[in-house]
Each structure stands twice: as C-alpha cells, then as structure tokens.
C-alpha cells in the first residue's frame, strides 16, 4: 500500500452538496474509501482565481493518502469523484465545482524524466491550449502552484520531489512571496 499519495483539491462554484469549502469538505469524506484511505488533510485556504479577474476566488486544500489502487485506476477514480460533485471537463483551466489532482505518488516518475522535465519548461502559453496523453507524476508545475504547496506544507512539508530533490519546504520557501501571501487560510 502507499502511503505517501499526495492530492490537491479545489472549487470555484457550488455543487449540489453547496458552496466550494462545503463541496471540498465532502468531498475529502467521499474520497476515504473505495481504495482510498486518508491520511491527513489541510487547512482550507482562499486563492485568488487564475487568471485574475476570471472567476470567483477558489478554495484549495491538499490531502495525503494512502491507497492500493495503480496510478491510472486512482486517477480514474478521482475523476469520478469529481463526477459525483458536477465536475465538467470543457474548459481547461476553467471555474469549477470540485478538482482532485494527483500530485504525487511517493518517490514515482511517470511516464519518465525526460516527459516529466519537458511539461515542466513549457511556456505558460502552450500549457493553457497542451494537455498531455499520459500521466505525468509528480505533477509537473506543483512547483510554481502557491495553491498547491501551500496546503502540501500542513500535510507533507518533508515530502522530497524526486527529480529536483527539493522538500515540499524548500520549494514553498522559493515561491514569490505575493504568491504566498495571496494564500488566505480559512
């Protein structure tokens, strides 16, 4: 079983459950199951809506996990999760009611470095229109996400990236201080 699945989660809109903390909430107990244990979560923060002005402001949240599922079969269930709580994929980048990304899993690299650092340098232009065919593990920009390690800090600050070597800590201590002072804990 790994135990070291880290996952972030977001929303911008209601659910049928209610508003973006109530849906994560729910969410974070819908998960704790169905080969899915939870292990820690964070605190809920505000985050300003990227690009700014684009959509009200998100609530984001991490949790560590633990779960026998492969990679591809977690993913697959974290998107029907995301299902449940009136998740639509039309819009990338787009408000939404609930998003469950797999950031890491342990020390994996999928599908290999040489994909992993290609996603990581590509200009912000070609990540809004690319979405990559594959899973890319760890997420391949947590490390420029305020949003994402922010939370990662309350529930795995220790947790070493395995291409960069970095903590959860020296990459947050990293990030543009705005960027950290945007986070707004709830």
Known sequence: ????????????????IGDPKE??????????????ALLAVSRFYETPCFPAGAGPDYVN??????????????????HEIEAEFGRKRDTRW????LDIDLIAMGDLVLPDATT???????????????????????????????FVIGPMMDVAPLWKHPLTGKTVAEIHAQ???????ALKSL
């Open 175 to 181: 990030l543009p201080k705005q960027d950290i002072a």
């Open 116 to 146: 992993q650092r290609s996603w990581q340098t590509l200009p912000l232009e070609e990540q809004v229109r690319a979405t990559p065919e594959q899973l890319i593990l760890p997420h391949p920009r947590l490390q420029d996400r305020a």
């Open 61 to 78: 949240a991490a949790a560590k996990v633990s779960s026998d599922l492969a990679p591809r079969d977690l993913l697959r269930r974290l």
């Open 94 to 97: 787009g408000m939404r009611t």
């Open 23 to 36: 849906t994560l909430a729910a969410a974070l107990a819908r998960l704790n199951g169905a080969g899915i």
């Open 1 to 16: 079983m790994n135990k070291n699945i880290l996952l972030a989660l977001g929303g911008n809109l209601p659910s049928r």
